[in-house]
């Protein structure tokens, strides 16, 4: 057996971080503008912002992955800058990254050991020794019930995002990053109990997360990111929640009012039904979509919402149920035949399903309706030009994007761009997953925009979304998904975050 | 707000960097023509470049699929057996006739595009992976021309055909004026037409495309079955040429039309490239090979500088040094000044 | 140690049985041979089996090399080159006696490490597209072997010539032994940290970065390795033709990714392995004799050999999507 | 085109699937047959196709249709594939193998073995350096100085020249050459301004001739090996109006250009001479001689004569066989890269046409017996023998004489 594994290191080892005016730009896309804050020893410190905030792009920079431009990082109280991933781990950095760095076809164990195996007779790796250490390494972290023998491959979401996490720990870190931990896990509580035990032993955590209140559970500061800047740093017991999100997005949140002023559309015609509809991680869901209507579905991580929104968008199949759109049956086992039948879906990952990065703006918007535009068979460019600016015109996007390669614009033009292509493709029923995800205000601004103004022409709308406070904003009605199913519907005054995280938790009716 | 999109973004369709490839090769092509006046005196001049011209014309046409089927980030390694195919169909049963040119060119079109639809199936419904698909393909189609022919192809020169590079017009063999059409024709489907510009989507982002609701599978399919296609043309025009046809004659165009995509500017992993690129990669590398051929040297070395010159086009016409290029001649459009409001809404 | 027994597990173990392309290709020769032994008497006898090692000997190793090339995702072309340059040195530049023989040897593996050194270079460090410049280097390579030796011919020595294709104590084939040691060879490789990040960097090069691998020295590693399995190669075909001949690699290259694939090596990298494509490699120069001694008429052979390519993928993917559960 | 090929092919695809199924064997072939093995590197030109072509009619020609089972086996170009079959053919239980051998060296070991074994090795074109394998062929008998000579000799001794050769690395390429350049060395007025390498192909040789003529349109006359045909092609394509000296092979594409008046006052002269397929013919007679016969041959290395046809030499053949002296088909009989020399009036009158184009025998036709003697040819090292010594003067002329002086 190998030695036996210590999480915690001594608490003389623990360090405190410094963040001094930390600057980073990515070609044009300016990613971080100038961030200060400090960590204290054993401090678990929370790092609040939105989606593209700049929050990715500092866990970079302190795990050796990036280098900044400008600005000094400094780790108990010596000069910080790693050049390599490897040379950040071995200063006492230690990350567990959002999309999980996880190699799907070894094993547990091994991943758990890389880069270094550990190694038994003649030097080599053993995978006794391996898996002896992995077990006593996940049975530490009260985690084993994951087999060190399996294959990634085979684990689901939350238990990936354990072993990344265990990995994290297992080097011994003096500063531990944890970006987004539980995006993927059903119990947080798994994490709270080993942040808890590092932060008494010494070891400092950097905890990034825009849930506010898993982030008031364990820290007492957090420092706020908006737009690649920090905004502050607050005392979290002194903080309301309003206060912290209008440092996060600078304003206040949405007065619950406004929801209640859209009217309900239940007498409108009906545009999308589904009748027990069912599949992977889908589990007979029925629902009724009116027009002019903005139906927002709430859901933890892994509830089937994936799967449901992909289902509709043609992109996973449909085992059982129907799907009727304005009255018809439809049938359809392809995003292209989804589109012909009149629904539209934006993905959720923009980079790898949305949109063209080789391709310009207006080619990438232009896509659905290549076959309208010919002329003789070949792209009549004027008409061209005159529907995408069209389009262009309808998401704001400025006339100087569409010419450009799609690659140059930043996440916020680039997801306007693909709004515009869902909209010129003349989809009446649209469904959107996460289509704020990584944007900044001034675009969601914008969306929420579109959205609304896509129903009131009578378009209807199925939307997702990870922020509570958007779907309470945007939606008619919001419905709560659970294990695969439907588990309760909040409208009107009912329509609120506490309402719907009851739900969405499964505390539902 | 609706202000006419940008035109001239538009017309540079964000190609920047292959256009400038493109260019960089017919320059390096004329600059290699005019510096072999220094090797030979019967170099740089129009008959030197008549004969480059015409003996690039089966490289130019074969690239052309070729180049489909690598911007989708597939290989097709079956062309050398579909161009054998296509002209040993030729020499066997068009021959000499001219009204069995009118049927029989397009009927073996049809044919070879035929077998290069069977890559598409195995590629796209039966998930084999392009380069085994393609060099399984083209070892059983040669093996189906042996056995069809008996291992000796019979038929008769075509005049017809042999006049495309026999006959001239005000002292241009016709032949080259085939592969001015066929560039202009191959690059009007790549930017022009709804299928280009849905293929180089497929190329870029398989993924994507078929969320967008591209046919993917169908696109897929479509471009081994053109690469068949005009590999067979290939055929068809080397048959003219050499005025017979055997089972060999595909053989010397394998590597070069991957070379000569490759060098015009195509990622390998599909979705970037122009077909004018790879016109381009097949003039330089025929010229190349033209001069080094005069220069009297050892085989051996002729062998190694042609892999070196492909290396250090390789190493050359990297995108980063047309960006840095690019930067050097116009300072880039400033998306975002420091300090300005992340999106602030176009006024 | 009791890790509870999770579903994953008994997944993985299925995954690993049948997504394993080595077993299937293993099978796909049982098969062959079990046809090629019932057609020809004297299929188990001393010589054949001999022959079938000797014949097989130089594709399996160029097959492991490039195996190794294909599980990080890329494509080596050198291969041809390599093998033509190593038997040309071969053919050339070593003498007679055992003492010469190992020279040879290391003359051979420093030409092939140089190559592959080039070719990981340009691949893991100035990241030029592997079939590429390994295309480029193919070529260079070969011209090399020209110069070398303009013409098929000077003489390997007797020493190696006899030796290597002989049967050890009578018994063994040493082309037996050779491929054996290669096989343990790679088995020691693979439990090393190297052999491990290999797999890693095929799957997920992001992923096996934020893993701390240092995923251009691996990628730079495995070019060279498979530069000397290349050299190996044409140092067993000069045994196998006891001469030189400039064009020797040429009919190598497309054989070799036929055997890797068939091997059951994924070109999306990070699945598969050296024994696979050993084992394809074998089943294809099995398949010359299984295709002779069944009568097929020679025309059609070529056929035979594309379609048995085809098949071996589709039975090896298919198997592959059965064992993980996921449909088509 | 021949649909009953196509169907037969089917079939045959059909019965060996079943065999590789392991479902049904094909009847194994009479036991008192001899068993005789036909190896072939390619298949793919026609000089290929044509030699093997007239070994299978041989074989089916009375009274050897009855006594031997002829089988056919292409390998490839690549030396452990035909190795490969070697061995089978051998464990097979082979009397002879008759092959086309794609290495002088590499099938050394492979065919020792099958001596051991009792098995005949007869090689026809190409040649092994194995002592105990018989080597047919017409490589030692001066192609490259004769027709060299004869090019010099057109030329008045002086002049730019192309030599367009064969396949690089390849040891009969290096004969031909190594001879060419044994004569135009001797003269300080010829010059090779390109040399390149045509693959012994039409097309390829056509496109890298019209690459070297870019690059040298002065050229004055062309040495050429197999491809010949395309080398007139590309200086056709030229459009010029004055034709220069080839010396080449023997297609008949080439030979019926030497006899077009119209070339000829352009100035195209040359001489036509090199690798008859007939030679595997002769090769398999002497073998089926010495297996039912019991024919001795006192050399392991024939020489086959080597066929010399100047300009004024062309005849046209009217039937299908070379008679009274004819040795070329008119145009439209068979394509221009038919290689002419296929029959060879003493010793093989069995052939005719249609032996060489589909391999059936001559309707009516029996075998006769081949002359006593055989050419021994000289040993040269490399090409038929591994530790010898050539002698002197190997490149010594035999077909021409030189008419000037250098």
Known sequence: MSAAVTLTPPPEAALSLDIDAVTKSYGPTIALRGVSFDLRRGEVHALLGENGAGKSTLVKILSGIVKPDNGSVRLGGQRFAPHSLMAARAAGVSTAFQELSLLPNLTVATNLTLPKQRKGLLGLASRRLNEAYAAQLLAECDAADISPGALVSDLSLAEKQRVEIVRAVSHRPRLLILDEPTAALAEPEWLFRIVERLAASGTGVLYISHRLAEVRRLCRRGTVLRNGESIGTVDLANARDGDIFRMMVGRGAEEPADATATPVRRDAPLAVTLRDLRGPGVDGISLNLHRGEIVGVAALEGQGQRELFRMLGGAAPILSGDVAVEGKPVQFASPLQALRAGIGFVPEERKIEGIFLGLTTASNISLPILGRLLRFGLIDRTRERAEVGRAAALVDLAARYVGMRISALSGGNQQKALIARVLLSGARNLVLFDPTRGVDVGTKEVIYGVIRDFTAKGGSVLLYSTELSELVHLSDRCLALYRGRIVGEAAGAALTEERLVSLATGHGE | MSPPADTRGLRRAGLGSDVWNAIALFGLTALLIIASRWISSGFGGWEQTKAILVLSSFVVVVAFGQQLVILTGGLDLSIASVMTIGGVLTFNFVGASPTALIWGVPLILLVTAAIGGLNGIGVVWLRVPPFIMTLAMGIIVYGATLGITGGTPRGQASPALSALFTASVLDVPLVIYFMLAITICGSVVQLGTGFGRRLYAVGTNPAAAYIAGLPVRWLTFLTYAISGASAGLAGILMFGYAGGATLTMGQAYQLPSIAAVVVGGTSILGGSGLYIGAVGGALLLTTFSTVISSLGIAEGWRTVIYGLVILLALLVLREELYLWAGQLVARPVPLRQPGEPAAKPDA | MNAPVSNAVTRSLLRRLLGNGTLIVAFIYALLFTIFASRQSDALSQTSITDLFNNAAPLALAAAGGSLVVLTRGFDLSVAGVVALSNVLMATQVGEGPQQALLGLAVVCTAGLLVGAVNGILVAYIRLQSIASTLATMIVTSGLALLVLDAPGGTVPDFVADTLTDSAAGIVPVAALILLAVVLIWLLLRRTDWGVALYAVGADETAAGLAGIRTRRVKFFAYCLAGVFYALSGYMLSALTATGNPNAGNSYLLLTFAAIAIGGTSFSGGRGGVVGAMLGAATLTLLQKVLFSAGVSSFYTGIFQGVVMILAVLVAATSDRFASGRRA | ?406
Request: proline fraction near 6%; charged fraction near 15%; hydrophobic fraction near 40%.
């Open chain 4, 1 to 406: 085109m021949n649909w009953n090929t196509i169907r037969s092919g089917l079939v045959n695809t059909a019965v060996a699937a079943g065999l590789l199924a392991g479902v049904a064997g094909a009847a194994n072939a009479d036991d008192k047959k001899l068993k005789i093995y036909l190896s072939l590197s390619y298949s793919g030109n026609s000089w290929q196709s044509e030699a093997a072509n007239i070994v299978k009619a041989l074989a089916a020609t009375p009274p050897y249709d009855k006594a031997i089972e002829l089988k056919e086996v292409i390998s490839g170009t690549d030396v452990q594939a035909q190795i490969s079959a070697y061995e089978s053919m051998i464990s097979d239980g082979a009397a002879g193998i008759i092959s086309f051998p794609v290495s002088p060296t590499g099938l050394n070991r492979a065919i020792r073995k099958g001596c051991d074994k009792g098995t005949l090795f007869f090689m026809y074109d190409g040649t092994v350096t194995e002592p105990c394998a018989y080597n047919v062929s017409y490589i030692t008998a001066g192609f490259g100085e004769n027709t060299a000579q004869a090019l010099v000799n057109v030329l008045g001794g002086k002049g730019n020249i192309f030599l367009s050769r064969g396949v690089p690395g390849n040891s009969v390429d290096k004969r031909h050459t190594d001879g060419a350049m044994a004569i135009f060395k001797k003269y300080p007025g010829i010059k090779v301004i390109a040399e390149y390498y045509g693959m012994w192909s039409d097309q390829t040789t056509q496109s890298e001739t019209a690459k070297a003529l870019a690059a040298h349109p002065d050229v004055d006359g062309i040495w050429a090996q197999a491809g010949e045909d395309g080398a007139i092609k590309a200086l056709l394509a030229t459009g010029s109006k004055k034709l220069v000296p080839v010396v080449g092979e023997n297609s008949n594409g080439f030979r019926l250009a030497l006899a077009n008046p119209a070339y000829q006052a352009a100035g195209f002269k040359g001489v036509s001479s090199g690798s008859p397929p007939a030679t595997a013919g002769y090769a398999f007679k002497l073998m089926m001689e010495m297996l039912t016969k019991g024919r001795k041959l006192t050399t392991h290395n024939i020489e086959y004569p080597l066929p010399w046809v100047p300009a004024e030499g062309v005849k046209l053949c009217p039937g299908d066989r070379f008679e009274n002296g004819c040795n070329t088909f008119p145009a439209g009989k068979v394509p221009d890269s038919f290689v002419t020399e296929v029959f060879e009036a003493n010793l093989l009158p069995e052939l005719s046409l249609v032996t060489a184009l589909d391999g059936k025998p001559t309707p009516g036709m029996t075998i006769q017996p081949l002359p006593g003697e055989v050419t021994a040819a000289p040993d040269t090292p490399g090409i038929n023998c591994q530790k010898c010594n050539g002698n002197g003067d190997i490149y010594a002329l035999t077909k021409i004489k030189a008419t000037v002086q250098p």
